[in-house]
C-alpha cells in the first residue's frame, strides 16, 4: 500500500454506531489494517451523523442500522437524495444480517455490508477497496 504523498487528500470516514466500543474497534481496524493516516469522525446517533455531513463531507461511511432515533436505512436515504452528499460511499456495518435488510441496504446505495461481529481485515480491505487509488 503506498503512503500518502503531501498535498495527497486524506481520505475521510465517519464512524456511525450507538455502541462506543464498536466505533473505537472499527477506528483501531482502520489504523492498524491499513498503515496509513486516515481522517475518522463518530457519531453516535443518525441524527449527529446528518448534522456531522451538512458541514462535514466525509469520503466513506460506516453506518449501523439499529440505532435509537434516525436508524442507518433514513440516513443513507437522506445521504443519498441530497446533491451535495449522495457520492458519498456507504459502507454498513451492522448486526442485521438477514437478507432482506442486506437487500434495502444495497438498494438505498450501500455499496458494502458487513455483518458485526466484524473482521478487521474485511473491514479493511472494504474501505481499500472503496477509497485507496491504485499505485501509479
Known sequence: MRESKPGQKV???LIVDDDESIRTLAAASIQ??????WSIAFAA????ALARMACERPDLVLLDIMMPGVDGFEVCRRLKACPET???RVVFLTGVGDESAIAEGLRLGGEGYILKPFSPVTLAAQIA??????DD
Open 11 to 13: 481520505p475521510r470516514i
Open 32 to 37: 492498524h489494517t491499513l498503515g496509513e493516516t
Open 45 to 48: 446517533t443518525g441524527e449527529e
Open 86 to 88: 449522495r457520492s458519498v
Open 129 to 134: 477497496e472503496l477509497l485507496v487509488p491504485e
